[in-house]
């Protein structure tokens, strides 16, 4: 008897250690990861279709124009969006979708999709993020400042968000957002099926 499926969405600055997050929580409790669609070239050792799948700034268009995806936004001179179909198809099913997606996109589903579950990601403090920016060693030190100023703007917008985690301690990290999931799962109006069950089940004991 499959309950709703929860949208969750997991947002936070660059830096904040989203993706190890969310790879932990796919592989121990498997949720159905939505691939995004990105203009931004691959990093080394990411593959289409799996990590993202990359496209070309005219390829994009062509997807916004066709209303293929659930949201889409820029960030940092690229553009990210989360195609539509898979997302819908997995939480009609009853199984939980987890989204790692920046904040403006976040918020765009939040409008479309009340029931979204908005996690915000951050590290402990500012300079934990810019460690943490600078050892990954990917990226050339004008694009860590442009990072570093987007967060910064990024702050203003927390309060949207549903929910705020900590990503200190890693296991402590995914516990939280764990906990946070299996209570938007039991909740009563995300479980239309299982009280209309329980309701008649009752109703005829006597």
Known sequence: ?????????????????KGTVVKQLCERYNYALSVS????????????????F?????????????????EHAGYVNNMYGTP??????????????????E?????????????AVLIFMAPPSACTLKKRLVDRNTEEQD?????????AEEIDYIDKYDYLVINDELETCIND??????????KVNNQPAMVDFIKKDFKNII
């Open 177 to 186: 957002i764990q906990r946070i999931v299996t209570s938007e799962k039991n």
């Open 143 to 151: 694009v860590i400042n442009k990072r570093l100023a987007r967060a």
């Open 54 to 70: 990359f496209k070309t700034v005219e390829e994009f268009e062509n997807m916004i124009a066709n209303d293929e995806f659930l």
């Open 84 to 101: 539509k179909r898979y997302v819908l198809d997995k939480l009609n099913a009853g199984e939980n979708v987890i989204l790692e997606i």
């Open 1 to 17: 008897m499959n309950s709703k499926g929860i949208l969750t969405v997991i947002s936070g600055f660059s830096g904040s250690g």
């Open 37 to 52: 669609a990105t203009t931004r070239d691959p990093r080394k050792g990411e593959i289409d279709g799996v990590h993202y």
């Open 103 to 115: 904040m403006q996109g976040g918020l765009q589903i939040k409008e479309k999709y009340p029931d």
